[in-house]
């Protein structure tokens, strides 16, 4: 059964462009082009990914990606014409998975498709439904990391994180006392494609020490290793 895609893109032209080349691909795929009907939509379909205009009529995308990240945990992939980087920090900041700038080549953006849907079907492999099955948590202290739920526990009550913060901390707990370089972690969590710079890694850092440590200004945590990147304490 082909993957489905839902492309919330309200010009015709990029949305003729997009269905045909992700179609030619094998994906199914539906269009959609404003942003109260791609909540709708995204909810009755239940798409394995969804690519997402910012600059849409009414509901602009950002916000639909917000609504979207509280109820599904689809991978999402947001399409901005702005190439400002408040842009891209604050998509990723409400739980989009990756970003392109307009305009964008259709291979590119073909190959960050892939790289989210291969990203999603390894996770779900390594949480038991493949040949590896991993543990279920893995403990510090009190912080807890449920890694078939998603979820983060510190003395027992959840601390909400976006799943890219989750990504982050359970890649920086399963290395625990290793030294990560900016660069290494950006590769490991973000996949190959992913063309943001380090600070992405910096702002999602600091976003995680404000949820997961007693005093952010004073991380014991995740440490800074100055000049080469970051290392778990648990």
Known sequence: MPQKILVVEDEPALQETLSYNLEREGYQVEVVGDG???LDLARELKP???IMDIMLPGVDGLEVTRVLRQEMNVPI????????EIDRVLGLEIGADDYLTKPFSMRELVARVKAQLRRVRMMREEMGNGEKPIEDRLVFDNLVISLTRREVFIDDEVI???????DLLQFLAEHRGQVLSRDFILEQVWDWGFS???????VHV????EKIEPDPSNPNRIITVRGLGYRFEG
Do not use: H, Q
Not at 160 to 166: G, Q, T
Not at 196 to 202: C, I, K, L, N
């Open 160 to 166: 909400p994180l976006k799943p890219k913060e989750f």
């Open 36 to 38: 109260i009907m791609a």
């Open 196 to 202: 943001g710079g380090s600070r992405t890694v910096d």
């Open 48 to 50: 394995n990914l969804i």
């Open 206 to 209: 600091r976003w995680l020490r």
């Open 77 to 84: 992939l947001m399409l901005t014409a702005r190439d400002e």
